[in-house]
């Protein structure tokens, strides 16, 4: 299929999504284009299918040599953006958290028109079988988990009851309520499997469709365009490029691809353009402009026997708890403190739980630009994390609660030890594969039944700059710059796309996601969310697919 009525640009969570519900018309070409490797229903590896995150650890489903600094400053470090078919739903935590009707009514007042919280919640009763949804062609396979309080480790069960006697209630259902308060963690998961997006969109009857074609292992080049027209793509498979056209192209690739790939067709602030030797086509300062994210400190606990996850459960994220800082002119439901029962899934895991304090609704805005005009030359991504003073004084406030809890009496006697982990992927620094994979298993297994002085040498070598917070005898409280230090982004960057007025000079698309000032050109993903919501990103750039595919489907026809 070299001519197709759209070419989707990423296979991830909004791109399979589109790929399934626009090819329900037969009528229409599909053409899904995947850089990453294809995950067909009868041969789902077995690190994706699994409910703990292993596919997070398996390097070959997330783009090489992609950096970003996280605060001003500081060095660039890796960061991690996932290339493989169901994109993040296929390496992410399965947190399937919807945020606040605030988050999308904000949207709505930022200009996303036909966005605000009523007009999106149709579609998460889809995507998540929940009943009362108005909308035709019934929900995806996308159920919902959330495990009872007898799978909990104990001490989880603790930490329920000490954010209780704060003051903080359980709720059944977080995604009913706007309310502070702790409750059990929705996961996508199904029939005890991860349930990715191309899991549940991407199944064998959709793909078996005549007008669908899936092409994985494949990367956008460029965007081709014809004055201030797109008329297809270039891409590069196995070291050969050829031209693919179509109607209409609709970028899927995430908030930092496809801001580059604008960019490289000139799309973008013209200045900055002209300076790398490309010719600017529409001169959209916004394009790599808003860049959010999610912070986060993690707390690390060695348990008890019989503190962990029972029957050695494999389950990562337990439970959690909304939180409002309180702080003037920031939203209410702006922390989120998450608790995991293990850390690995080698057999030392179940002995290490983790203790997540995060700040959910960030004032921080970073940016991304091209360092070259060359397409395997990944793009300068710079977060500024806690560059607004606001950020930084609520994300020690989260870090100062999780502590809190932590040293209640019932939760300390879960454990032996509480330690401050530095910024580091947490799950990585527990996790190896292959062969140093089993040695550092059985390394730490040994060292966590050892005695008490040496375990706490051994961890703390491993986990420097992080330190030791308590134990049964110490406590040493945190200072604010040892929070601060350990803060690190989460794998949901949004914004660099932004929906929003014509003219507003920050928005890139209109409410119906098509880039303005270029015909047949739209976006789909995180990176037009006008601001991040105050919820892992998975289900929301679900929800945005869903609702864009009925704005093609049924809409006004493209520009």
Request: charged share 20%; hydrophobic share 40%.
């Amino acid at each position: 299929m070299n001519q197709a009525d759209f070419i989707i640009v990423g296979g991830g969570s909004a791109g399979a999504v589109l790929a399934s519900r626009l090819s329900e018309d037969s009528a229409r070409r599909i053409l899904l284009i995947e850089a990453g490797a294809d995950t067909p229903p009868e041969s789902v590896p077995a690190d994706i299918r699994d409910v703990f995150p292993s596919s997070f650890f398996n390097r070959t489903y997330f783009w090489p040599n992609l950096y970003a600094s996280m605060t001003d400053g500081a060095a660039a470090r890796p960061f991690s953006q996932a290339r493989v078919m169901g994109g993040g739903s296929s390496v992410m935590g399965m947190w399937a958290l919807r945020g606040l009707p605030s988050d999308y009514d904000g949207w709505a007042q930022a200009g996303a028109r036909g966005w605000a919280w009523s007009d999106v919640l149709p579609y998460f009763y889809r995507i998540n079988n929940v009943a009362g949804s108005n909308i035709e062609n019934g929900a995806t396979c996308r159920a919902i988990r959330r495990l009872g309080r007898d799978e909990w480790p104990r001490f989880v069960r603790e930490m329920e009851r000490a954010a209780a006697a704060r003051g903080l209630p359980f709720h059944d259902d977080i995604n009913e309520v706007s309310a502070d308060g702790f409750f059990a963690m929705p996961l996508n998961q199904e029939s005890g499997e991860r349930a990715t997006s191309a899991r549940c969109y991407l199944t064998a009857a959709v793909r078996r469709r005549t007008n669908l074609k899936i092409l994985p292992e494949t990367r956008v080049i460029k965007l081709t365009l014809d004055a201030n027209r797109v008329s297809g793509v270039e891409v590069e498979h196995a070291g050969q490029r050829r031209m693919l056209s179509a109607h209409e192209v609709i970028l899927s690739a995430g908030a930092i691809h496809s801001p580059t790939l604008l960019l490289r067709a000139g799309i973008g602030p013209a200045a900055a353009l002209v300076r790398l030797g490309i010719t600017p086509v529409a001169d959209r300062v916004g394009v790599g402009q808003n860049l959010q994210n999610h912070v986060f400190v993690h707390f690390a606990l060695t348990l008890n026997p019989g503190s962990g996850l029972p029957n050695n459960g494999r389950h990562y994220a337990v439970a959690g708890l909304r939180l409002s800082s309180g702080q003037a002119d920031c939203p209410s439901g702006d922390l989120l403190l998450c608790a995991m029962g293990r850390v690995s899934a080698r057999p030392f895991g179940l002995r290490v739980g983790m203790v997540a304090a995060a700040l959910y609704a960030p004032y921080s805005r970073g940016e991304l630009h091209l360092s070259s005009p060359d397409p395997h030359q990944s793009p300068q991504i710079s977060f500024r994390l806690l560059s607004d003073e606001r950020d930084a004084t609520r994300l020690v406030a989260a870090g100062r609660f999780a502590e809190t809890l932590l040293l209640d009496p019932a939760v300390k006697n879960c454990c032996r030890e509480v330690f401050l982990l530095p910024q580091d992927p947490p799950l990585r620094r527990f996790n190896d594969r292959g062969i140093v994979g089993r040695a550092k298993s059985l390394l730490a297994s040994a060292v966590i039944e050892g005695p008490a002085l040496v375990r706490r040498w051994a961890i703390a070598r491993t986990i420097k700059p992080g330190r030791l917070l308590t134990d049964r005898d110490h406590h040493v409280p945190l200072s604010a710059p040892e929070i601060l230090s350990a803060a690190a982004p989460m794998f949901h960057p949004v914004g660099t796309c932004a929906i929003g007025r014509e003219d507003d000079p920050l928005a890139v698309v209109d409410s119906e996601c098509r880039v303005y000032g270029i015909q047949n050109l739209r976006i789909v993903d995180a990176s037009i969310m006008p601001r991040i919501p105050s919820a892992n990103t998975n289900v929301p750039t679900i929800m945005l697919a869903e609702r864009a595919a009925d704005l093609i489907r049924h809409g006004r026809r493209p520009n």
